[in-house]
Nanobody
């Protein structure tokens, strides 16, 4: 079975840090781009960061650059999101996602993990 498990959320004060983990199983980890998204109450889900180890590329949304860092441990099939200088507006449910393009037409296979709640108190 394909599984993505996100954990590491919690309650933190503004200015603090958290590290989220996303552990994968049931698919070829290196083939996929692993990303982090979040969804705050009443808002749409937004992309934060992604990493593709086979291509050696990572991506950050502008609003997290300099504060969030994505990394990957291929041996553990785990992607991390280190979040520093957290703000109250970072409060959301954080999700990890794994996606791979499977053909020349651009069809994708995508998996989502369950969310982990991050609450930043001001």
């Amino acid at each position: 079975d394909v599984q993505l498990q996100a954990f590491g959320g919690g309650l933190v004060q503004a200015g603090g840090s958290l590290r989220l983990s996303c552990t994968a199983s049931g698919f070829t980890f290196d083939d996929y781009t692993i990303g982090w998204f979040r969804q705050a109450p009443g808002k749409e889900r937004e992309g934060l960061s992604s990493i593709n180890n086979s291509e050696g590329k990572s991506y950050y949304a502008d609003f997290v650059k300099g504060r969030f860092t994505i990394s990957s441990d291929n041996a553990k099939k785990t992607v991390y999101l280190q979040m520093n200088s957290l703000k109250a507006e970072d409060t959301a449910v954080y999700y990890c996602n794994a996606v791979v393009v499977v053909n020349i037409e651009g069809s994708r296979v995508e998996h989502w993990g369950q969310g982990t709640l991050v609450t930043v108190s001001s």
